[in-house]
């Protein structure tokens, strides 16, 4: 199965190492092919539009970047068949939330790990955000709290009911 990998992982060094040592290779152990969006567009991108003297020209190279990054991940959400959001912080972040947002929208199914054990839901009802963990679920997904219990949330079917009812939007 392709998947999709939503997170804020690529923004801190830890969090990179993360997703290369740990999550990555185990999605690919369980024989899962795997879309980082942080490695979709080379770095190199981002720098030189950085690189512009401040004011409007580094705006609109950065707006541009921005847009060609975002346009990237939408074009490898839809291409993949699932995606895995990790959900830690005290919010889920705000890009992982928008790629579970437009996933659940698609019809793609969505597994949440949140290996982050300080509260973040709306109430003690919610793991995180409702509204998040609706599209997780209702997508016929789930949220697991361990990084080992993710490949048999890949593995497990979508109830009939909820891939049913997504397919008659």
């Given amino acids: 199965m392709t998947v999709y990998v939503a997170s804020p992982l690529?923004?801190?060094?830890?969090?990179?190492?993360?997703?290369?040592?740990?999550?990555?290779?185990?999605?690919?152990?369980?024989?899962?092919r795997v879309i980082d969006p942080w490695a979709l567009t080379?770095?190199?991108?981002?720098?030189?539009?950085?690189?512009?003297?401040?004011?409007?020209a580094r705006r609109a190279a950065l707006a541009l970047v921005n847009a060609r990054i975002a346009r990237t991940?939408?074009?490898?959400?839809?291409?993949?068949?699932?995606?895995?959001a990790v959900l830690d912080g005290v919010d889920v972040d705000s890009g992982t939330?928008?790629?579970?947002?437009?996933?659940?929208?698609?019809g793609k199914r969505i597994i949440g790990y949140r290996?982050?054990?300080?509260?973040?839901?709306d109430n003690e009802g919610a793991v995180v955000n409702l509204q998040v963990e609706y599209f997780i679920r209702a997508s016929g997904g789930t949220i697991v709290t361990r990084l080992a219990d993710l490949p048999?949330?890949?593995?497990?079917?979508?109830?009939a009911g909820a891939s049913a009812s997504r397919r008659t939007r």
Wanted: aromatic share 10%; glycine share 10%.
């Fill in 42 to 56: 080379p770095a190199s991108t981002l720098a030189r539009a950085r690189r512009q003297p401040d004011g409007r």
């Fill in 97 to 106: 939330a928008a790629e579970i947002g437009y996933a659940f929208a698609r």
């Fill in 152 to 159: 048999r949330a890949l593995r497990r079917r979508p109830s």
């Fill in 115 to 121: 290996g982050d054990f300080r509260l973040a839901g």
């Fill in 10 to 32: 690529g923004f801190s060094e830890a969090g990179r190492a993360f997703s290369r040592r740990y999550l990555y290779p185990a999605l690919r152990r369980a024989g899962h």
């Fill in 73 to 84: 991940n939408q074009d490898a959400i839809d291409r993949a068949e699932a995606v895995v």
